[in-house]
C-alpha cells in the first residue's frame, strides 16, 4: 500500500510560483498513475492533473494550459506539480492521489484514486 505525504504549500503573491511535492512510500509507486487534485473553500474537491506510470500526463479543462505542469521521478518515489503565474482562485487545499491503475483512465472519478495524501494548502493573494 502506498502512502502519500505532500510537502511545498504556502502562501504567495499573485503571479508567484510554487512546486509542490508528493513523497510516496511503498513498492508499487512507479506502477501508478498519480493525480493532484484541489478544494477551494466552499467547493468540491477537483482533478487538476493526472500522470500515467509511463509519463503520459493529463490536465483538467479548469486549468489554464500551461500554468501547471505535472511530473515524477520515480527513483525519488516523488510526483511534482509546478505551478507558475498563480492567481488568487488557484487559492486550496492541494492532494495528491494514487490510482489504482497504471494509466489515464477514470480521471476524475475519486473512486479511482485508492490512496489519498493529507493535502497541503496554498494560498495565493492578490
Known amino acids: 500500500q502506498v502512502q502519500l505525504v505532500e510537502s511545498g504549500g504556502g502562501s504567495v503573491q499573485a503571479g508567484g510560483s510554487l512546486r509542490l511535492s508528493c513523497a510516496a512510500s511503498?513498492?508499487?509507486?512507479?506502477?501508478?498513475?498519480m493525480g493532484w487534485f484541489r478544494q477551494a473553500p466552499g467547493k468540491e474537491r477537483e482533478l487538476v492533473a493526472v500522470i500515467s506510470n509511463g509519463g503520459s500526463t493529463y490536465y483538467a479543462d479548469s486549468v489554464t494550459k500551461g500554468q501547471f505542469t505535472i511530473a515524477r521521478d520515480n527513483a525519488k518515489n516523488t510526483v511534482y506539480l509546478q505551478m507558475s503565474s498563480l492567481k488568487p482562485e488557484d487559492t486550496a487545499v492541494y492532494y495528491c492521489?494514487?490510482?489504482?491503475?497504471?494509466?489515464?483512465?477514470?480521471?476524475?472519478?475519486?473512486?479511482?484514486?485508492?490512496?489519498w495524501g493529507q493535502g497541503t494548502q496554498v494560498t495565493v493573494s492578490s
Open positions: 511503498g513498492r508499487t509507486f512507479s506502477s501508478k498513475a
Open positions: 492521489a494514487a490510482s489504482r491503475w497504471g494509466g489515464l483512465v477514470f480521471l476524475s472519478r475519486e473512486s479511482t484514486y485508492d490512496t
